[in-house]
């Protein structure tokens, strides 16, 4: 079992930026692809993008795509998400979370579904 715990969410103004930070431990880090999602009040879960396990290859969903850039750390177990130019739209509790299966690439399409085991989430707020 693996744990994920977020940090560096907070309140920015538009076109500011952020940098989630998502430390794990307890399983190999660096066989698994890594995942965000957000999720904002009254809406699903929705997929922001992912890594693979050796840090070679990222996918976005489009609204993101641009803005925010996700990297890894596989000496310090950890993987971040940078956000740059935020909207408003953007505000949601952020969430990062570690695939299922080790050494699976990484496409758009991932679900939520896919990843096995999620941290707590963070709170990221833009203001406007």
């Known amino acids: 079992q693996v744990q994920l715990v977020e940090s560096g969410g907070g309140l920015v103004q538009t076109g500011g930026s952020l940098r989630l930070s998502c430390a794990t431990s307890g399983r190999t880090f660096n066989m698994y692809a890594m995942g965000w999602f957000r999720q904002a009040p009254g809406k699903e879960r929705e997929f922001v993008g992912a890594?693979?396990?050796?840090?070679?290859?990222?996918v976005y969903t489009d609204s993101v795509s641009g803005r925010f850039t996700i990297s890894r750390d596989n000496a310090k177990n950890t993987v971040y998400l940078e956000m740059n130019s935020l909207k408003p739209e953007d505000t949601a509790v952020y969430y990062c979370?570690?695939?299922?299966?080790?050494?699976?690439?990484?496409?758009?399409?991932?679900?939520?579904?896919?990843?096995?085991?999620w941290g707590q989430g963070t709170q990221v707020t833009v203001s406007s």
């Open positions: 979370a570690a695939d299922k299966a080790p050494l699976r690439a990484v496409d758009v399409g991932r679900k939520a579904g896919d990843f096995g085991s």
């Open positions: 890594i693979s396990w050796n840090g070679r290859s990222t």
